[in-house]
């Protein structure tokens, strides 16, 4: 095919960008190469829209072993123990596709820990879905659903926590974000950095194949009326293949051949190989004739972007390749030395003895575009004059069921119980908790995990909702007693050329800048997805943290049900009646505007700490933070979990009472202690210069509001359970 500024175009990238390809070469590409490079400069591998902001991402921290940059990040967890851990984007695979794009998501983010040296031992997910009235949402749900349990399931890793939103703003854009922790020792990880000349380059795992070409492009683009076109671009996984290639790889480890390792993840074998160079300032030849395929006739256009999966590309040591490949022929998967390291600093490629790609490296990755988009900065908006005489008409049980059946709050168990929650043995928290828990195999430490998004936050206010999200993410880990060490971040985003969506990505970066570095939560890994719009229409600002936490001793660990009678029940955290944007105040009051509440990075850290130490006292018998729909559906969801009632009391507040239990104010906690505690617990809390209120006492089995309103725990739980399993009966 003769290449020309038209088939450039058609691979997504712009006419300055290959002109400057045509630079660079001082020669026009031919069609392989335009691909490689339509690979290597789109937005999903590139991050050429992106990584000027990024770069001011604090990534560094006491317990950082690897920050961004390498296929996870890796945190230092004590005992010479690592966690290795990372979340992606699967969006656009995952509507057009949604079984193999949610499941090639999962296998994806798991190849990514592995070829670490760390065996995975925990996966969550972040899925976000349009209107539940739209057409395709219930197929969509149900798709992903069973694509992410489908492929977790089988490679025997348990989905320990996420979170599952709806919005209208997705129904031409759904979201789905995978994260995996894998836990390795510290003086075995493995990098991507090829080293050394002459080493011998090795493919393992599946044969290449057709499926997944241009995956990465598509994921660079948005959404157009010949979406089901794009079809083919998905890729197809196999899970059973995936645990052979892990358990392969990890006994290749345990020995000393490996020099360096990369999943063949978005692009291929174009983007492991070129990443593998450009770390070790080397070159890579490679002959495609001696690349695996299970398709007649391939291309090297095609096996060089194939998105084929449960694929690797290792540098070895000379003289291990025999052993090396008695082990891969044992799991019974492909192994071909395909090539070779070099010091030419090209990619080159040969295919029926004819050179058919001669790239330096440095033009695919040095050199790739670098944007400084235009953008607009959001002002905060007004807040609401809410009539009080509204607030009191309303009934605050009516309004409690009502936001208890809400999609975005109701139980998700019918989507956690698909999922395999408990194989390995070691989960001691599953879903529906604050963070799901995993115990370091037989070892008395933890590690607490969470995903959180608050895309209403971010839509209304960008730095402050990138600010509110990592706090989130350090108040789950909190509540269940787990001190926060560092998080990885999935940004989705719409297009980076409207600068609307431009803004909204730079403001909410800079937001979870401020929050990570004032709580010490550094940001090791992470992905952007942009262009997740149809036409021009994109999605609600959507940054997705992953934050991970630990607990030295497991038995220490905190749950949100309510345990005994008579305990007392405080707030912790001061409450100022903040409304706006709540999901009070958009569902009940049916008002969208207003600012998101505010975030005070000082009292989340004050606070924070102070639980930490209560918790290490014994004085906390359970913990909630205060989210989405208040203090009352905090205490509510407490009292659901520990089939408990409680007897809450109307605190001495000057603001109205709905305001009170229905405010999103943030840095709050709900937690239980003894009457004997109390005044231990209360000292505490001063000394530290943390506000409390004394919300109540827990009861049999029925919420109490002021002795005079009261509805039975039965009738709660039937709220909050029943939403989601009645829309996917229908």
Known sequence: MIVNEQVAIDHGLKKDEFAKICELLERTPNITELGIFSAMWNEHCSYKSSRLHLKKLPTKGKQ???????????????????????IESHNHPSFIEPYQGAATGVGGIMRDVFTMGARPIANLNSIHFGSPQHKKTKNLLRGVVHGIGGYGNCMGVPTIAGQTNFDSSYNG????????LGLVKKDKIFYSKAAGLNKPVIYVGSKTGRDGIHGASMASASFDEKIEEKKPTVQVGDPFTEKLLLEACLELMAGDSIIAIQDMGAAGLTSSSIEMASKGNLGIEIDLNKVPCREAKMTPYEIMLSESQERMLIVLENGKENQAKKIFDKWNLDFAIIGKTTKSKRIELYFNNEKVSNIPVNTLVENSPMYDRKWKKSKLPKKNIIKKEHLNSLKIINVLKKILSDPNVCSKEWIWQQYDHTVMGDTIQKPGGDSGV???????????????SSAVYCWAHPLTGGKQVVCESFRNLISVGAKPIAITNCLNFGSPENEDNMGEFVECVQGIGEASKYLNFPVVSGNVSFYNQTKEKGIKPTPSIGGIGLIKDYQKMITMDFKEVDNIVLVIGKTE?????????????NEKNGPPPEVNLFNEKNIGETLLKLIEKDFIKSAHDVSLGGIITAVAKMSIKGNKGINLIKPKFLINEIEYYFAEDQGRYIIEVTKENLKKVSDILNKNAVHFDQLGTINENQLYINDKTKVTIDELKSSHTNWLENYMSK
Request: proline share 2%.
């Open 438 to 452: 995993v115990r370091v195999h037989g070892t008395n430490k933890a590690v607490a995990a969470s995903v959180d």
């Open 173 to 180: 854009n759904i979201l789905v974000n995978a994260m995996t």
């Open 577 to 589: 009646g903040h409304i706006d944007q709540s999901l009070f105040s958009r569902n009940i009051l």
């Open 64 to 86: 950082v072993i690897q920050g961004p940059g390498e296929n996870a990040g890796v945190v230092d967890i004590g005992d010479n123990d690592a966690i290795v851990f990372k």
